[in-house]
């Protein structure tokens, strides 16, 4: 079978520098640290085989370990996506454990203890079907012609430790897990992002998702993708910022 997969960034250190994928003319994805921050804690990345088009962003927080861990997972063709909102809550609720196994101290104190923890969207494209699961506050967006279609509903939580426990005023996986499933039209583009794009200066919006889906009138994705990050990075680039666009 027909597999090929990629993950980014590749490092974690690359200060100002964007690691870019240009996959084909449909598809292409990038990952930045930014100006300010030292370490990129995102995760992003594609898996395409012959029936199908997947991809994963997660935007990490204190530490890689999530973000990478639920990329890696979502992305590897033994993993069967979900085709129901049942089945995004059984698997998020699974990595969640997993999560929890992996990173959890014997004693969790929410005031004194950091544990890596990640949101995150995943996207699977087959014929003309999108099918969508998330946590958290990651973005995705449908657009054509310049205009928005559809974007996912955002909760302000993040998968791990705390999650798992019920500390610092995480959400459940049953409240806050979303599904959706969308049909495409021809020149449909399909935008996953973290929060670094839309709020360049750090948790204050400055792009906005009717922008967004503005820029997406490029000519090609690798002209928006281009273009989104020329505007990132006069912006300010306080925050870590990864991007996928994909033309349907």
Partial sequence: MYMKISILPNKTKQLEKIEKRFINDSLVMGSTNGLKKQINEDSVGYCITKKSLRICI???HWGTQASKFITKSLLNPMFHFP????????????LEH???????????????NFSPEASFIAIEISNNTLLVTSYGDCR???????????QI???????????YLGLR????VKNAIQFKKIKLKKNDIVILF?????ECIYEKPTISF????????NSTPHATFNFIFKKIFEYGAEDNASLVIYQH
Avoid: C, P
């Fill in 58 to 60: 997660a935007d990490g």
């Fill in 83 to 94: 085709v129901t909102k049942i089945q995004s809550r059984q698997i998020t609720e699974k």
């Fill in 98 to 112: 997993m999560l929890y196994k992996k990173l959890k101290k014997h004693m969790m104190d929410e005031e004194k």
């Fill in 140 to 150: 995705m967006l449908v657009a054509n012609k310049g205009k928005l279609k559809f």
């Fill in 153 to 163: 509903k955002m909760t302000r939580t993040w998968l791990g430790v705390f999650s």
């Fill in 169 to 172: 005023k995480r959400i459940s």
């Fill in 194 to 198: 973290t929060d670094g794009v839309d």
């Fill in 210 to 217: 009717k922008k967004i889906a503005l820029y997406s009138n």
